[in-house]
């Protein structure tokens, strides 16, 4: 692994505290940078450590095991890289300046959530508009930007109608310095409290023409950028709720051998009902290993699954999440009232982990495209 235990040790004992104080993962960043996490994905050529999808996923369970929040919101850095990863796998190296950008220690963010667009990625609220050099302004609300204190890097996009009538999604990166980008303070959450994931103002915020890395028609695309956001999302996620739920299992299988039954005299762990749900929840959570661990490698590998990948990739996140969550439930139950105490780990997670349900791909949308991919588009 390339995240030490003494390392994940020393995150795992700052979580309860920053989630408490609603405060942001700083020396986690600090440390997470001085140990070279934020180029571990990059390839090796551009001064990385060349670490594969597959390998990533285990890194990102095992520090979401360690500090949840702080593993989510480092995720959206690695899936920066991860699309960067697809783009120059096809031949494009118009994103490159990610590898380069991360090997220096800048700090990628995804701002591309906005209020009540269940469009997601496929068309926005915000407004691009194109610059004489070749950049655009970006003018919107971003919401759920992790990182927020953190990032130096934002990939975000907006709509341009073009003089043909066409809207364009543009997307592009801003740096944190430019102009025109205002970061609210509003962060007070059930979960997920240290990724300070606040709301992003950018009002005419400047991306330069080589900061400028698509311009898609709005909709639905198989471009190997969309693809790659999609890929690393839906994966790298499924991974940090899957380490949320690991956690909370080992949680619960600690607790339960200390946890003592004044009825029999025995710990918890010799009672048939608490073993049987113990092994149940660990059941539940190994079947999504597979899923998990296949996605990734195929996405490593460049196979294409045809017109199932994509509703594949949701149903990776989803299955992932869903389970995570039905996981961390049982730990909670199998722990007893200890758990209920905002001191306990376990009532952290358990708030932690509700988060998975709202990234997308929603339990809705994943179903939404199985169904338009067996039965096709709905009338
Ligand atoms: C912990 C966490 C971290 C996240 N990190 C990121 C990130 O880094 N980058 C990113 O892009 N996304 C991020 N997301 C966003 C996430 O992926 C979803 O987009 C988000 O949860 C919104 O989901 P929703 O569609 O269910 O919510 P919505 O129903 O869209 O609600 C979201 C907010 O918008 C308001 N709202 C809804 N409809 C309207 C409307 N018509 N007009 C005005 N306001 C409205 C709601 O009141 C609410 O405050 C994060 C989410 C969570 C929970």
Known sequence: MFLTEQLLDTIRQRAAT????????????????????????????????????????????????????????????????????SVYSS?????NFVFEEAVADEVFAFGVSEAGNDLVMFGS??????????????TGTKIFTSNS??????????????QNGETLNVWGFLERSTPGITIKDDWDTLGMRASQSCTTVLDGAVARPDRIVRKLPSGASSDPFIFGIFAHFEVLLAAVYTGIARRALDVAVETVHKRMSKATG???AQDPA???????????L?????????AALDVDAGVD??????????????????TALSVVEKAVRVSGGSSYFNRSELSRLYRDVLAGLFHPSDDESVHGAWAQALLGPQD
């Open 305 to 322: 699954r045809g017109d199932l990948w994509f509703p594949q990739l949701s149903n990776v996140k989803s299955k992932a999440t869903e």
């Open 18 to 85: 920053l989630d408490k104080d609603n405060a942001y993962f700083t020396q986690d960043l600090q440390d997470l940078k001085e140990a070279g996490y934020l180029r571990a994905f990059v390839p090796k050529e551009f001064g990385g450590f060349g670490l594969s999808l597959d390998e990533m996923v285990y890194e990102q369970m095992a520090l979401a095991g360690a500090a949840p929040a702080t593993a989510l919101a480092i995720n959206m850095h690695q899936v920066w890289i991860g699309v960067a990863r």
């Open 149 to 162: 204190p953190g990032w130096t890097r934002l990939g975000t996009f907006g709509a341009h109608c073009a």
């Open 274 to 284: 608490i073993r049987w749900r113990i092994a149940d929840a660990a059941m539940e």
């Open 125 to 138: 609220n915000s407004v691009a508009t194109p610059c004489d050099d070749g950049g655009y302004a970006f």
């Open 266 to 268: 025995k710990p918890y």
């Open 91 to 95: 031949g494009d190296n118009s994103m």
């Open 286 to 294: 190994d079947t999504v290993f597979p899923l998990m661990r296949m």
